[in-house]
């Protein structure tokens, strides 16, 4: 293994946060196929940059943000447990493609130009929560809002209970140390959110530059990084830059989306029946709800999605269970067809 010329101080080397037992371990920064870019903590504690292969056997595909050991051969030989997983559906809307890992926070950065989409402020703290991280709402370019900002602001910490959620101005700098608090030292953190939400912008009025950054390297001094995908934060803390997510398609459990729907999970204890499906149940409380306007029609339309997501996804990946599927479906299309000859 060959280190670059990249090196960070011993202080710095505790921003990569909690590492495994033993020796030899090292952060991926960002994988590239059958290999992958890492920052090791040396004996005297400073990170160096490396480059290094991924063993052939490994049952696992490193990802950034996971702690892998470097063996004698400089070959990725190991990937440690996971904390923390963000992952979302398959590019290919098969399976399940994990984004990031042993992550403490998730920024879910929603920009507030053009107004508040609703959709995908519920649709990404769903894929917050399920990786197990505290996630953060972070409202990018609330200086384009005018007299609707607050509003829409209200509206966001609506759909996201329990988040915390901040208004965010890179041309003013409102929120930013708010945000700040959020990345304190130990912290890996993620930036979640569209092409265009302005995460790159937000990143350096964070760090106070917009310079760019070298690959593995220095910029003026201002901080270290290896790619664009890890920045080691004035704040103490690390961030992992992964690329804008294109398809809002989730691939979550249950509890993340109950996590996000609080409303719905409430009033669904007050249906007739405990498996109540809230579409077309008799004594659905929650439907009951939407048709009063206790609740927004558009919170249930985008938990019914949601829900049908979640079953297909398990069809898909259960062969018996998307067998028994299509025999209904053939069964339920024979007895069509028969009554349309009659």
Not at 7 to 17: D, F, Q
Not at 33 to 52: E, F, I, K, M
Not at 229 to 236: A, F, K
Not at 329 to 334: D, P, T
């Amino acid at each position: 293994m060959t280190a670059t010329a990249a090196t960070a101080t011993a202080s710095e080397a505790t921003r990569l946060g909690h590492m495994p037992a033993g020796t030899g371990w090292a952060r991926v920064v960002v994988q590239h196929g059958t290999v992958c870019d890492v920052l090791q903590p040396g004996d005297d504690g400073t990170l160096t940059a490396h480059t290094a292969a991924v063993a052939s056997a490994l049952p696992v595909t490193p990802v950034a943000g996971d702690w892998v050991r470097i063996g004698d051969d400089g070959r990725v030989q190991a990937v440690a447990a996971r904390r923390t997983v963000l992952g979302r559906a398959g590019t290919t809307g098969h399976g399940h493609q994990v984004l990031a890992a042993n992550i403490d926070t998730v920024l879910v950065v929603v920009p507030l130009a053009g107004g508040l989409n609703a959709t995908m402020v519920e649709r990404l703290s769903v894929m917050a929560w399920d990786s197990g991280a505290q996630p953060v709402l972070v409202l990018t370019k609330s200086d384009t809002t005018g007299d609707a900002g607050a509003e829409d602001a209200a509206t966001a910490a609506h759909l996201a209970p329990g988040v915390p959620t901040i208004a965010i101005s890179v041309l003013t700098g409102d929120g930013l140390d708010a945000l700040r608090r959020h990345l304190g030292p130990g912290t890996t953190t993620v930036m979640l959110g569209p092409s265009g939400a302005g995460k790159t912008s937000l990143l350096n009025a964070l760090e106070g530059t917009t310079e760019a950054v070298s690959a593995l390297g220095r910029a003026g001094g201002r901080h270290t990084t290896t790619t664009r995908r890890l920045h080691l934060l004035s704040t103490g803390g690390v961030l992992l830059d992964i690329p804008g997510i294109r398809s809002l398609e989730v691939a979550a459990g249950q509890d993340a989306v109950d996590d996000v729907f609080t409303d719905i999970a409430a009033l669904a204890v007050h249906c007739r029946y405990a498996d109540c499906g809230h579409d077309g149940d008799s004594g659905c409380a929650v439907e009951e709800a939407a048709r009063t306007g206790a609740l927004p029609t558009t919170r249930l339309t985008t938990w019914r999605k949601l829900q049908g997501e979640i079953a297909h996804r398990r069809r898909r990946e259960n062969p018996a269970q998307m067998a028994d599927m299509r025999r209904q479906w053939k069964a339920v299309s024979k007895h069509a067809r028969r009554n349309k000859r009659r």
